[in-house]
């Protein structure tokens, strides 16, 4: 019998590092050097001589957010599923993290909100401390650990396309850059190229020019606006450690997202977000009046009465999207994508680092099969894949399909499961069983189809029901 999506993600998921790697390749080269294309060089340098990965930004990444990562001043979240793979390939990165300056208190007390409820459902204390860092300082952690590798050297240019070989159906067999500060293009020979250049990858135009067919896309219009903006940590103001709000969309509300974070150098980072027309902007009195008036209360305290470190930073998105290489009847071998290059989501719910981690884990899998990459596609590769990104896709666009301005592509049975993921969501506030069951759901530890379960279905709806008659013997009562 065929594993399931939910057991193949669980072994995708794995945290023990594999043991049976073997090189079967000169040279590999990664075309981008975030998070996607660096935890897929760590992967590489198990199986190639030679890793090199071509960086646009030559900029220091421990200065703060490079120029090819926009968003990079914007909260960003690691989800626990994300820290487990950085363990797995470097046992000792949450310790090193630490080591560098990532907060340790301790704490297991993240407060969580929908819609104005305060979630008293218990969490189990993690059995590491939580990595909650800004994305600039993590980046700068897993470089640092994947240029320790003597296989990996990284080089400072622009993708400038791929290099096929001769005839038709040619097998990628390079790639191109040209060097930062200008020059001739330079040609990398390489039995593997992994496209991990981000939302705005060309590998789809490169393809077609040569004669392949492009991966189709998907897209979902959330229209998302967002601002960030950096406090001086001070328990005078608040001993606010986490915070996560959110409201749900319906007709008596409107949908917003706002989050606090304690980060390195004992700051905080505040995001509030909306969606279409509901734009915050870059004015300290506006995010402000926001953090008071739709959040709870230790927004606003922190945004009124904390000392900000620089500016309000904002952030468009205007879709989730979704490109399908696994659904392609002719792919040439030698190439891959990984990261936003393959899907990139609605980021207030924090999957893209983590995803970018488990397309790594998918690489290994596929690696360790013993491919000839030089003459096979890797269909085994984006299989995998397309079981990632089908769990984050269905978790945060399910939740994204509410929004009052996507009036389509709600799929067969939409009704039903939005039915009862709202049962479970409100289960969750306050039972201890369902909330853990969510949560390891939305980060990223278990696939979707965990709650799917009858038993945990029947359990939140008699909870369900038991609290409303509460409510209405309080109301009667009044």
Same mark, same amino acid.
């Given at each position: 019998?065929?594993?399931?999506?939910?057991?193949?993600?669980?072994?995708?998921?794995?945290?023990?590092?594999?043991?049976?790697?073997?090189?079967?390749?000169?040279?590999?080269?990664?075309?981008?050097?975030?998070?996607?294309?660096?935890?897929?060089?760590?992967?590489?340098?198990?199986?190639?001589?030679?890793?090199?990965?071509?960086?646009?930004? /030559?900029? /220091?990444?421990?200065?703060? =957010?490079? =120029?090819?990562?926009?968003?990079?001043?914007?909260?960003?979240?690691?989800?626990?599923?994300?820290?487990?793979?950085? /363990?797995?390939?470097?046992?000792?990165?949450?310790?090193?993290?630490?080591?560098?300056?990532?907060?340790?208190?301790?704490?297991? /007390?993240?407060?969580?909100?929908?819609?104005?409820? &305060?979630? @008293?459902?218990?969490?189990? =204390?993690?059995?590491?401390?939580?990595?909650?860092?800004?994305?600039?300082?993590?980046? $700068?952690?897993?470089?640092?650990?994947?240029?320790?590798?003597?296989?990996?050297?990284?080089?400072?240019?622009?993708?400038?396309?791929?290099?096929?070989?001769?005839?038709?159906?040619?097998?990628?067999?390079?790639?191109?850059?040209?060097?930062?500060?200008?020059?001739?293009?330079?040609?990398?020979?390489?039995?593997?190229?992994?496209?991990?250049?981000?939302? $705005?990858?060309?590998?789809?135009?490169? &393809?077609?020019?040569?004669?392949?067919?492009?991966?189709?896309?998907?897209?979902?219009?959330?229209?998302?606006?967002?601002?960030?903006?950096?406090?001086?940590?001070?328990?005078?103001?608040?001993?606010?450690?986490?915070?996560?709000?959110?409201?749900?969309?319906?007709?008596?509300?409107?949908?917003?997202?706002?989050?606090?974070?304690?980060?390195?150098?004992?700051?905080?980072?505040?995001?509030?977000?909306?969606?279409?027309?509901?734009?915050?902007?870059?004015?300290?009195?506006?995010?402000?009046?926001?953090?008071?008036?739709?959040?709870?209360?230790?927004?606003?305290?922190?945004?009124?009465?904390?000392?900000?470190?620089?500016?309000?930073?904002?952030?468009?998105?205007?879709?989730?999207?979704?490109?399908?290489?696994?659904?392609?009847?002719?792919?040439?071998?030698?190439?891959?994508?990984?990261?936003?290059?393959?899907?990139?989501?609605?980021?207030?719910?924090?999957?893209?680092?983590?995803?970018?981690?488990?397309?790594?884990?998918?690489?290994?899998?596929?690696?360790?099969? +013993?491919?000839?990459?030089?003459?096979?596609?890797?269909?085994?590769?984006?299989?995998?894949?397309?079981?990632?990104?089908?769990?984050?896709?269905?978790?945060?666009?399910?939740?994204?399909?509410?929004?009052?301005?996507?009036?389509?592509?709600?799929?067969?049975?939409?009704?039903?499961?939005?039915?009862?993921?709202? @049962?479970?969501?409100?289960?969750?506030?306050?039972?201890? &069983?369902?909330?853990?069951?969510?949560?390891?759901?939305?980060?990223?530890?278990?696939? =979707?189809?965990?709650?799917?379960?009858?038993?945990?279905?029947?359990?939140?709806?008699?909870?369900? &029901?038991?609290?409303? +008659?509460?409510?209405?013997?309080?109301?009667?009562?009044?």
């Amino acid at each position: 019998m065929a594993a399931t999506a939910a057991q193949r993600f669980a072994e995708i998921n794995t945290p023990h590092p594999p043991t049976d790697t073997k090189v079967l390749m000169r040279r590999a080269v990664v075309l981008g050097g975030s998070i996607a294309g660096l935890m897929a060089a760590r992967v590489l340098s198990d199986h190639a001589d030679e890793v090199v990965i071509v960086e646009r930004d /030559d900029t /220091d990444v421990t200065a703060g =957010p490079r =120029p090819g990562v926009p968003q990079g001043s914007q909260v960003h979240a690691l989800l626990p599923a994300g820290q487990v793979q950085l /363990d797995r390939w470097w046992p000792d990165f949450t310790e090193r993290a630490i080591a560098a300056g990532a907060p340790d208190e301790g704490r297991n /007390d993240a407060k969580i909100f929908i819609n104005d409820e &305060l979630r @008293v459902a218990a969490e189990p =204390p993690p059995e590491k401390p939580i990595l909650i860092t800004t994305r600039p300082f993590l980046e $700068a952690q897993v470089r640092a650990r994947v240029l320790e590798s003597p296989k990996v050297r990284m080089v400072f240019g622009r993708a400038e396309g791929l290099l096929f070989a001769d005839g038709p159906g040619g097998a990628v067999v390079g790639a191109r850059y040209v060097p930062a500060g200008g020059g001739d293009p330079v040609e990398l020979r390489a039995e593997l190229v992994v496209d991990a250049m981000g939302r $705005a990858s060309s590998l789809n135009d490169w &393809l077609e020019q040569q004669g392949w067919p492009r991966a189709p896309m998907q897209r979902m219009p959330i229209k998302l606006n967002y601002a960030s903006a950096l406090f001086q940590r001070d328990p005078a103001v608040s001993d606010t450690w986490i915070a996560i709000s959110q409201t749900t969309p319906a007709k008596d509300r409107v949908a917003r997202i706002g989050g606090v974070n304690s980060v390195e150098g004992d700051r905080w980072i505040m995001l509030v977000a909306g969606y279409d027309d509901d734009r915050p902007s870059r004015d300290a009195g506006d995010f402000a009046r926001r953090c008071r008036e739709y959040f709870p209360q230790m927004f606003g305290d922190i945004a009124e009465r904390g000392s900000m470190i620089g500016g309000v930073i904002t952030y468009h998105q205007a879709d989730s999207r979704r490109r399908d290489f696994d659904q392609l009847d002719r792919l040439p071998a030698g190439i891959i994508a990984a990261g936003d290059a393959v899907a990139s989501f609605n980021p207030v719910y924090g999957q893209g680092m983590t995803s970018a981690t488990l397309h790594a884990s998918c690489l290994s899998e596929w690696l360790r099969t +013993g491919p000839d990459v030089t003459t096979e596609p890797a269909r085994g590769y984006f299989e995998r894949v397309r079981i990632v990104v089908d769990a984050a896709w269905q978790v945060s666009t399910f939740a994204d399909l509410g929004l009052p301005h996507i009036t389509s592509g709600q799929p067969r049975g939409y009704k039903v499961i939005k039915w009862a993921s709202e @049962v479970i969501l409100k289960a969750s506030m306050t039972d201890d &069983l369902t909330s853990q069951r969510l949560n390891r759901v939305t980060t990223m530890l278990d696939h =979707p189809n965990a709650l799917a379960s009858p038993g945990l279905l029947l359990r939140a709806l008699r909870l369900n &029901l038991v609290g409303a +008659g509460r409510r209405r013997a309080v109301s009667s009562s009044r």
